[in-house]
């Protein structure tokens, strides 16, 4: 099970941007705050530390309207489907 | 009861087992909450020692410890920075499981009531703590479900997953239910069989959905294709796809 799918659907919804780009998007933030690791080895508290900090960092760079409303709404999205993380 | 003692032991090895396989995944993984689900099973595997030896109080005892065990899982998978109605459970389980045991000295020492209202009540008590689980354990995997049961992201073995353990949660409850319903030890009744039935089932569904073995698996993601195609991007094209 790849997290980086759900969650990049998600992003592309909220962002109106390629699947693609926005798993590849997540990738990277993760890639930012944790090289050595992917986000399927991220935990819970991880993944959203990312979200909230070099995820936000990326959509300002690439000037994405609502930046930090997208960074919240990804952090909502993950909460509600946390489970994912243990039983994927 | 104590003609289902080779099933129990049946029962046992297998709690063991998937306690064994989800250690293994823990090792790999390092998330906690999977090692609650270790613990768990394992002491559902004590539980059952306990009842194969024949003694109530410290199957009580267990089952109590069990159960909190099971709450906390199922907080810590589901509830994070959520609304949970962990404390409630939690208290509850803790003075049903106080209940439970007040009721069993009653019954085992015959008094204030007689054997058998002690021994009814016992088991409205101890029925009420699986019930408790079952429910809660039922919600958080059916509501979760709900969010993405549409979704391609999703594998459809992940989906399966929470199907099972909404069938183990049904059968949990269903055992609580029952459990008022069962005879004094030494003899057996329709609702003693019935539960029989049911933990075989519960069991199985438990030890499919945590273990979930290969041809499980495959035959879940029948016809599905991966939409992952990530990693074919570079930083660049990722970047430039943003803008």
Known sequence: MNITNILGEYLSKLTDRKPMVCKGMI???VLDKHPAKTPDQLRYNELKDVFDTTLKTRLENV???DAEQISQEIISYLVKNQSLLTMA | MYQAVYLFVIFLVFRVITGVFLF???RQTKKNNLLILVIFFFMNALTLLFLVFGNLMLYDANTIITMVIGLIF???TFYQDRKSPFKLLLTLTLVLGALAIISFIIFDQSIIFDQSTAFLLHNIFVG???VIFGVWSLIAAASSLKVFSSSDAVEPWVKGRYRLVK?????IILLGSLTPFTPVEGTVNWALLVI???????????????IMPK?????FNRGYTSPDTSLQLSEEEIMEGMR
């Open chain 1, 27 to 29: 990738r990277l933030a």
């Open chain 1, 63 to 65: 000037s994405i309207p």
């Open chain 2, 24 to 26: 293994g995944t823990w």
């Open chain 2, 74 to 76: 199922i907080d810590r």
């Open chain 2, 128 to 130: 009420a703590l699986f």
């Open chain 2, 167 to 171: 069938f183990y949660s049904i059968s």
């Open chain 2, 196 to 210: 029989l039935v049911v933990n075989i089932l519960r069991i199985t569904g438990e030890t499919l959905a945590w």
């Open chain 2, 215 to 219: 041809f499980l698996k495959k035959y």
